[in-house]
């Protein structure tokens, strides 16, 4: 049976998961949410015995319906390879209590690889099927991490190209070179001499421009935009938390439907979103732990009922982390509130007109799997050198705001379910915080210096990633200003 996906804000036509995936958004703003989640139709006994890609496909087959058999494992088998540095993809290894998901081990060694690695290939058989002839061309803004995966991941794909667009002295030195070596006959990356805020304008005007539309359409390409919002970012998420479940049961740390508790380190949503479609889906997860930084919006939403955007933006040690709009939090509303779009999309309205909202207290009622806390910048420190001095493993900022909701968690409610702790980022893409929180003698010490001593003290290999961009040469110089950002996509398209 087909699963069709609507808007969160309007009862308009329905769409099949692969024209979702290829519009990204829905015409009148709002996001795709499939019309039910759909229930695992293999028992927790048989995924225990499957790979990560055997995983991924019965996963992913419930939700794109639309895709044949064929189709979705050539997807799998290109993006779940030798790009990760390890077979298993998303290990789960035990530490003090609890056990962490590393999904930091693909191409840019962050968990947006988990997506971004399947998400273009998603997109070039969703345009086949239909019957789209351009080349897709994706157009993306980055203030740093997204823009790195989202080039690794499109990077001498068929039938696509990449543009991406960053404030030329608005990320930091690591991140900017990790973008202008990347390889790809396909990949262009453009410094702008403007903010984040800038460039993202920018995109948005192009997405926008119906001549530019017209003569890319004459040349034989269009837009498309790899944003976190896209279900084909979203399902492939789904796979990890059912993998998990099933490598714990596997190796009897848990028998059969006993449940766990999963704390995820949230920024935009759309991982621990995931997480609640797994648990939908018939995986056993008791609570899902929402772990916000400083930047604590959704910790106030789960407490008070109340989604408040305005306030001061905290810059922290896990940027990646410092949102205050939780885009995919929509999906939730719209959930919870009995899938009625015109209440979303009031709620939706009130945020974008007076940056808050309230939710009632029957969505309330229907959100009490979730809880939410929050790290202060010092408590993650004090994790990261805590865990390591106890067990000799070290974590990246992000993960620490995590493993610090965790004991949080426990100490409020002596709940001692086994708990699954998502691990985003590996502490080679943060390096200078990770060593800074463990002793302050580091802060004196450079950048790649950084990367050798935390080897040596984590006894973990440098990651390829690191290493390859010491000596990568530079490929992309192009530096424009926020005006020229049309002429130099013509010229890179040669329109
Ligand atoms: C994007 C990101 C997050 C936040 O994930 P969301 O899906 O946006 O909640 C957390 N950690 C790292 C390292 C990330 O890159």
Redesign the pocket.
Known sequence: MDLFYRSTRSNGEKVTASQAILQGLAQDGGLFVPESVPVLDKSLEELAQMSYRETAYEVMKLFLTDFTEEELKDCIRKAYDSKFDTEEIAPLVSVDGAYYLEL?HGATI???DMALSILPHLLTTSAKKNNVRNDIVILTATSG??GKAALAGFADVKGTKIIVFYPKNGVSPIQEKQMVTQKGDNTFVVGITGNFDDAQTGVKQLFGDKELEKEMDAAGYQFSSAN?INIGRLVP?VVYYVYAYAKLLKRGEITQGQKINAV??????????AAYFAKNMGIPIAKLICASNENKVLYDFFETGVYDRNREFVLTS?P??D?LI?S?LERLIYLTAGRDADKNAAFMKALSDAGRYEITADMRAAMTDFYGNYASEQETADTIKAVYEKTGYVM?T?TAVAATVFNKYKAATGDNAKMVVVS??SPF?FTRSVMNAIDAKYDAMGDFELVDELSALAKVAVPNAINEIRTAPVLHDTVCDKEEMKAVVKKFLGI
């Open positions: 930091f962050a968990f947006k991490d997204t976190s998420q995820v380190p949230t920024g935009n949503f759309g991982n621990i979103l896990s990646s982390m949102i939780s995919n990246d992000h985003t980022a893409k």
